[in-house]
């Protein structure tokens, strides 16, 4: 019955969705709408997940300091991973959600120099912080509620001193004086000193405009004269005239007129003293927040002092009664049933007993990928479903608790981006290659440095005897055709491990392929190679050189020219002849896509030259797409027959005959 009470003032879990981890918030406020439901008016509290990753770095380097000056004990790498899902970074921001969404209580708590982090790591539902973060600034500051515990807040306490010696100190650095008790004058001397101080202050706020209006009775004036403000100014006056009455009597009466103290209570006008009830409803007596957002313009002594004032007033009394009221009629505590209903990512297949490995749309053989293990009661889905990873009962509710898995992995970060943003088509180059646990830390690492820097695969004994054994899991022709689909290679890990020793000790079985001489290859090549077909010139036309700023109409030989065009007879793209209405390639304008650096695997880029895109308009579509799939078989043209004006004997591409422009 306890455990499901909750309370205001309580740490509790929120289910916002099925797949995503916990929201862990601070109940505020019971409130009970007109429909009868209950909702918690509540403090957010985020996790590292839910902050950028400059903001990450920053709370890492206040880890550290943290670490250094309070002296920790060395933990392991699995230790401050799992250290890292134990902090919270508190806000100002508040939400209602409905109570029924609440899942179970913890614990949080300001971290001190005196606690010990591993601490943390042994209880359950126990969690930590040290920063306040702002979702709207989204900034990272230091909590002003820190409890100052330790060595270096200690005070220095001098050694006493000997009845024999004197103290040597000076005593005017150390300490003012502002008052004597053993003075000459005797209390009732003083008492009719303050009386004569309050007279001259009620005097001087009936000379002073400013004062006559906001205090216009005799009574408020009088009032206002009898504050503390008056008598200390009293007091500090004999002690500056050395307890003479008549010097300070002189002293409160002036040649200009008399002296008028004010307090914060009289300087503050009426619109600023709504303010501050204003802010100090929304900030609590946080006064730097009060005075950067709502007085700039007083200083933070003036609002602190303000403040203490404020307490004294009939006003805070009301306030404070009317809180009292409120508090009366709302909810103390709420009692929420455990919540047994079954998670929409639990893999079962329907009929079969809990426990067994697959479901509907799961290979079989996948193991956790958190603990990677085999057994377990119940089996979560987890991350995006194109990837078909799986939890154990035991990490889904690490997971769902904690925000992250026990140990490092580098699927995490893919499943918290699937988990925020929902599942991606693709993926890019280098979050396939960082999710691979068969590739190299180096070639990951250079990599992530430079972008358009070249990198090999090189696979590894484990990686080729896997391809082998779990060819049902991997499926090498389905990954071939889908090479934007990410394979589980963890899982494909696990499984060869399991299969491995089970696996038949006969030699594998390969294919020798003859390879050809040298002097084959090349000769092959030069007869596969096309030959550059040499156009025919017409007699030489000099270059009038007055035409060069005028805009040229036809296409010359330096105009760009498409293939019909060069040989006089249109052919086709796809080997069909042109109908009516249909646009040549000259005809039609396509804009050619650049090749970017950036998205390029390595430096080289293959561009196509003319010939090449010549020869590529007489392939069918057919023989294209037959082309991209089997780049290894050679593609066999027909070439149509050259028209008369090229009949000629084929001449080399090169010549030592002067080169002419024609225009």
Known sequence: MAANMYRVGDYVYFENSSSNPYLIRRIEELNKTANGNVEAKVVCLFRRRDIS?????LADSNAREFEEESKQPTLSEQQKHQLKHRELFLSRQFESLPATHIRGKCNVTLLNETDVLAGYLDKEDCFFYSLVFDPVQKTLLADQGEIRVG???????????????SDSRVQEKLETKVWDPDNQLKDPQIDQFLVVARAVGTFARALDCSSSIRQPSLHMSAAAASRDITLFHAMDTLQKNNYDLAKAMSTLVPQGGPVLCRDEMEEWSASEAML??????????DFNDIRQDFLPWKSLASVVQFYYMWKTTDRYIQQKRLKAAEADSKLKQVYIPTYTKPNPNQIMVPGSKPGMNGAAGFQKGLSCESCHTAQS?????????????????????????????????????????GSESGPRGHMTRQEVQGMSP??????????????????????TKLTRVARRVCEDILQPR????????????????????IRLPKATKAPLKSKLVPRQSLAN???DLAISAPLKLKASRGPPTPINRNQASQPRVGQGLLGKRGFDSATGVPYPANGRSYTSGMRTTSQSVIKRQKVSQGEAPNPVVFVATKDTRALRKHLTQSE???AARKPHLLVRIKLPIPPRSLAMPLLPSSTSEPIVLED
């Not at 990753?53 to 770095?57: E, H, M, S, V």
């Not at 501050?276 to 007596?285: H, I, Q, S």
């Open 624 to 626: 294209m797409r037959r």
């Open 377 to 417: 009661p119940q089996w979560y889905a987890w991350g995006p479903p194109n990837m078909q990873c799986r939890l154990c009962a035991s990490c889904w509710n690490y997971w769902k608790k904690y925000g992250g898995l026990k140990t490092p992995t580098q699927l995490e970060g893919a499943a918290r981006a």
């Open 478 to 497: 389905r990954a071939a055709r889908r090479p934007y689909a990410s394979i589980n290679a963890n899982a494909v890990k696990a499984e060869c491990m």
């Open 276 to 285: 501050f009830e204003e802010a100090l409803e929304k900030y609590g007596k």
């Open 521 to 523: 290859i090349v000769k």
């Open 151 to 165: 060595s270096k807040y200690q005070a220095e306490i001098p050694d006493k001193l000997v009845e024999v010696d």
């Open 53 to 57: 990753g400059n903001l990450n770095t």
């Open 438 to 459: 068969f590739t190299r830390n180096e070639g990951r690492a250079k990599l992530l440095a430079k972008n358009r820097q070249t990198f090999i695969l090189q696979t």
